[in-house]
């Protein structure tokens, strides 16, 4: 029955797991089809080969994520102790 609604309306693609920013699997909320985005921006079924390929691109991002707020942290703690850089205009 399920099946058949998705078959004649179409399926109903709800964010299951977001992988990067731009990456984002998909599931259906009637029939349970699983669907990801592939490298140029389209829906893919998601198979043993894009849920690895997921998993590796979710690592990196998190690792890259974690390393740029640990920068962000001490860029913020440096900027604390000496300005850096001073936008205030030279002109009256």
């Known amino acids: 029955m399920k099946n058949i609604y998705?078959?004649?309306f179409g399926h109903q693609f709800e964010v299951s797991k977001n992988i990067t920013y731009h990456v984002k699997e998909y599931k259906c909320s009637h029939c349970k089809a699983q669907m990801t985005t592939n490298g140029k921006g389209h829906l893919t079924p998601l198979t043993?080969?894009?849920k690895e390929i997921n998993s590796v691109l979710e690592?990196?991002?998190?690792s890259r994520?974690?390393?740029k707020l640990k920068q962000g942290?001490?860029?913020l703690v440096s900027e604390n102790r000496e300005i850096l850089l001073d936008f205030t205009?030279?002109?009256s």
């Open 65 to 67: 994520m974690s390393r």
């Open 6 to 8: 998705c078959s004649f």
């Open 48 to 50: 043993p080969k894009y």
């Open 89 to 91: 205009p030279h002109f």
């Open 59 to 62: 690592r990196i991002h998190n």
């Open 73 to 75: 942290k001490e860029i």
